[in-house]
């Protein structure tokens, strides 16, 4: 049985969720399977992949095809055309992210080049091999995950806060872009969501002060607003501080969220 009958056939069959093995990116594949879905599942850790597919055909009898691919391969078009070889997909979900939270000198020029490579040039890859049949077929979507972070620059997170801004300005760009040909983008920003990397690097007595938000329920609100706006941010909280923040200046927002950014990750 398939719901939301008319949300399949503007997306489906096949569903690609980038950064599929835990977190927002797993309730995606949860949600979407929901609606009968078949789904190719992204991420570099094979074996949480596999059990989760296991799961997911059990409840849902739908296809599963989990793929281990590091998103910060130099040759991640191919890895992505063979993924999806003679598949129809028509929903791309780039989920997947790269984050090392700590003084901008202090992290390794690596990692740095780590969330560029994954943050930004592997959603573009993957937009650009994926994107031209959904265009051809006239119709599919695209969501890019994004952060409240990307709003401004924040201390402790400035790189990871400059990638997830520009996630931000290529969804909303290629809104545009794609729209008259049938294909939806949305830009969908998540706050704090409690995840195993949220839960890894919070302190326990901290996390409540991020008022994190359950990833489902993150994923449920991306699917959404999909193919209504070109951007939509997750929970009630989350709009009210983009509200507040709107009543900033740009230095005393910047203060504000690398005061908050401190407070929860200074002592780490």
Request: aromatic content about 6%; glycine content about 8%; some cysteine.
């Amino acid at each position: 049985m398939i719901l939301q009958p008319d949300f399949h056939s503007r997306y489906g069959p096949w569903a690609v969720i980038a950064g599929a093995s835990e977190g927002i990116g797993q309730q995606y594949a949860h949600v979407l399977a929901e609606r009968g879905f078949n789904l190719v599942t992204l991420a570099r850790r094979l074996e949480p992949l596999e059990k989760d597919a296991e799961l997911i055909r059990r409840r849902h009898r739908v296809e599963v095809k989990p793929c281990s691919v590091d998103l910060a391969a130099d040759n991640l078009a191919e890895l992505t055309a063979e993924a999806c070889a003679g598949l129809e997909i028509g929903l791309l979900i780039y989920n997947a992210c790269y984050s090392v939270i700590g003084e901008f000198l202090d992290i390794a020029e690596t990692d740095h080049h780590k969330m560029l490579d994954v943050n930004c040039r592997a959603p573009v890859i993957m937009t650009r091999t994926l994107a031209p049949a959904m265009i051809e077929r006239g119709r599919g979507g695209v969501i890019l995950m994004s952060s409240m972070s990307g709003f401004q620059g924040t201390a402790m997170v400035a790189n990871y806060a400059a990638t997830k801004a520009w996630n931000i300005n290529l969804a909303q760009g290629l809104w545009e872009e794609f729209r008259p040909h049938g294909v939806d983008v949305l830009a969908c920003v998540a706050g704090a969501t409690s995840t195993p990397g949220f839960e890894g690097n919070t302190p326990q007595d901290k996390r409540s002060k991020a008022f994190p938000m359950a990833p489902d329920l993150v994923a449920r609100e991306g699917l959404k607003a999909l193919g209504k706006r070109p951007l939509h941010i997750t929970g009630r909280i989350n709009r009210a501080v983009d509200v507040m923040g709107h009543l900033m200046t740009r230095r005393q927002r910047t203060r504000f969220f690398s005061n908050a950014t401190r407070g929860i990750y200074g002592d780490n």
